[in-house]
């Protein structure tokens, strides 16, 4: 079964709208973590933000935000007011088990979601 | 935060030759990691690289193929071995750097001809 599942592989989004990236998860690990990345056409990966399985409230970094339900194993990513430089592939991931272990550290990844703002 | 550079940022290499992949942390971190993006697709773990260590590796990646070194607490490299066209692909390495982190450099593109 898949860890991670991305189910839109593309979207358009208009310029300063609002999108959200539909992220679902699958594990029994009482201890993990959700991270987004986005990846440019250039290839790096950029760390948007990250929500523990812990954590009570839900994730905030400028004008991303995670909608994180838990009971329904899913972790949203928010973009608000896009840009054109929003335009890339973003990725949701999973860690499994506590970050200080080397394998709490590994990312499952899903399949990826391309999006691209129109102006 | 941490700072990630990779070399080389791309390669053009030919079949059966082998290419080393170079990741320089700007700061000491325990665990490193190699991925690899093959085109139009995810990332995929290869292994796990710990200092003073062996590198573990996923299933389905060994070290005869990708071996790792990993001489101290700011470097690693990733050998990509005997390269065929299927060899192409986008490595990443990444760190975790704490505080619920995990950052990646920018990748090392690699063609294989």
């Known amino acids: 079964a898949q860890k991670i599942t991305q189910t839109q592989p593309g979207m358009f989004v208009q310029e300063k709208e609002a999108v959200t990236l539909d992220c679902t998860y699958d594990?029994?690990?009482?201890?993990?973590?959700l991270f987004w990345y986005k990846q440019p056409s250039s290839g790096e990966m950029i760390f948007l933000i990250y929500q523990g399985s812990y954590d009570q409230q839900n994730a905030t970094e400028g004008r991303y935000s995670l909608n994180f339900q838990k009971a329904r194993k899913s972790a949203n990513l928010v973009i608000s007011a896009s840009q054109l430089g929003d335009s890339a592939m973003y990725f949701c991931a999973m860690r499994e088990g506590y970050m200080i272990k080397a394998a709490g550290n590994k990312l499952t990844f899903g399949g990826g979601t391309r999006v691209l703002v129109k102006p | 935060s941490a700072v990630i550079s990779q070399k080389p940022s791309r390669d053009i290499c030919q079949r059966g030759t082998s290419l080393t992949i170079q990741c320089q942390v700007d700061?000491?971190?325990?665990?490193m990691f190699w991925y690899r993006q093959q085109p139009g697709q995810s990332l995929t773990l290869i292994a796990t690289a710990n200092q003073g260590s062996e590198a573990t590796y996923e299933s389905g990646f060994v070290i005869d193929k990708f071996p790792i070194s990993r001489p101290n607490l700011t470097f690693s490299t990733l050998t990509v071995s005997n390269m065929s066209p299927e060899d192409s692909s986008i490595y990443l390495c990444?760190?975790?750097?704490?505080?619920?982190?995990?950052?990646f450099g920018e990748g090392s593109w690699l063609t294989v001809v």
């Open positions: 990444s760190v975790f750097a704490g505080q619920n982190t995990i950052y």
């Open positions: 700061s000491q971190v325990t665990m």
């Open positions: 594990t029994s690990d009482p201890s993990y973590g």
